[in-house]
């Protein structure tokens, strides 16, 4: 799986923001712990929370499994 840099409307970098090459957007938020909040593509709020990169490659696998089933 394969990440990039996400950017905003004007081509700047967003800092801590990726997005795979299957179009889920993954972010870093720093609370007292880093956690990584997955969007599936196209939708506005994340579908998972996941504590490292293992963790986001996952649940990502485990989603796209699940919507391939239920097609």
Excluded at 3 to 16: L, M, Y
Excluded at 24 to 52: K, N
């Amino acid at each position: 799986m394969k990440w990039q840099a996400k950017r905003n409307a004007d081509g700047q970098v967003i800092p801590r923001c990726w997005v795979t090459d299957s179009g889920y957007t993954v972010a870093e938020c720093r609370l007292p712990h880093s956690r990584f909040p997955i969007t599936r593509p196209g939708a506005a709020q994340p579908f998972a929370y996941a504590s490292d990169r293992d963790e986001v490659v996952r649940e990502i696998e485990k989603d796209m499994q699940a919507l391939a089933a239920s097609v």
